[in-house]
């Protein structure tokens, strides 16, 4: 009697288990499903992670260091990645120190249009300059250098502040077949918002990945940011969305 008892418990816990993990599995392939998974149609783009916009940094953007582990972690799901990095002449026109009078986050008129004053960052071949060493993503195959030119400030990875000057980035994705883009990085209000606007004028479309960036927030400018690439299809998700490997 005691042996049919203990077959019957050992059966009832065998089918229990069983259906434990089909339930587990299901759970699992129920939440997948409703997930964002990236394909040979997708790129990120990495946006200006360098040590100037960190903590320590020149022009540093709060958190700014806090979002390098996620996107490496948001990385691995891409097979094609392009990174940013400002890349600023000595002299460039956005520095607040070559306008004698005035300070930083002031902003001037310039031949293109209103230009926000920074301090000196990302000075060409400095260490500021320099791509965060935690960044980790050995499969990337770009680097866009944007703000080269002494005269015109660039916050887009595909159009300098002229608007007309082109950085070549539309031409590599297109070439590459590329569909959709995913943004992140520093910072939301500026490079990653004008880069997702530009993105989608060039045809592409756009999401930007909010907990992967981290913003400056000048006189509301975050806000703005969002409201103005909601108004351009821009779509706002979190890295929750993704299919992550």
């Not at 946006?47 to 960190?54: A, P, Y």
């Not at 400095?126 to 980790?136: F, K, L, M, Q, W």
């Not at 950085?167 to 500026?190: E, M, Q």
Request: hydrophobic share 45%.
């Amino acid at each position: 009697m005691r042996d049919m008892a203990r077959r019957r418990f050992l059966v009832a816990a065998s089918i229990g288990g069983a259906l434990a993990a089909l339930s587990a599995a299901g759970l699992r392939s129920a939440l997948a499903a409703g997930k964002i998974k990236p394909g040979d149609s997708d790129a990120l783009l990495v946006i200006d992670v360098q040590n100037c916009f960190v903590p320590g940094g020149s022009l540093a953007v709060k958190e700014g260091d806090q979002i390098v582990p996620l996107i490496n972690q948001i990385a691995k799901a891409f097979h094609n990645v392009v990174l940013t990095q400002d890349w600023h002449t000595p002299d460039h026109v956005s520095f607040a120190s070559q306008h004698p009078g005035k300070k930083p986050f002031e902003a001037i008129k310039l031949a293109y249009g209103t230009q926000v004053l920074w301090p000196d960052h990302c000075v060409q071949g400095t260490e500021g300059a320099n791509i965060v060493s935690g960044i980790s993503i050995p499969q990337a195959e770009l680097i866009i250098r944007k703000g080269f030119h002494r005269d015109v400030d660039s916050y887009s990875a595909f159009l300098e502040a002229d608007r007309k000057t082109e950085t070549g980035l539309a031409g590599y994705l297109k070439g590459r077949k590329i569909k959709r883009v995913f943004v992140c990085g520093l910072a939301t209000d500026y490079c990653v918002a004008w880069s997702a606007l530009d993105a989608r004028k060039f045809g592409f479309q756009a999401e930007v990945i909010e907990d992967a960036c981290r913003g400056i927030d000048l006189n509301g400018s975050i806000a703005k940011a969002w409201t103005e690439m909601t108004k351009a299809g821009v779509k706002r998700i979190q890295s929750g969305d993704l299919e992550l490997a």
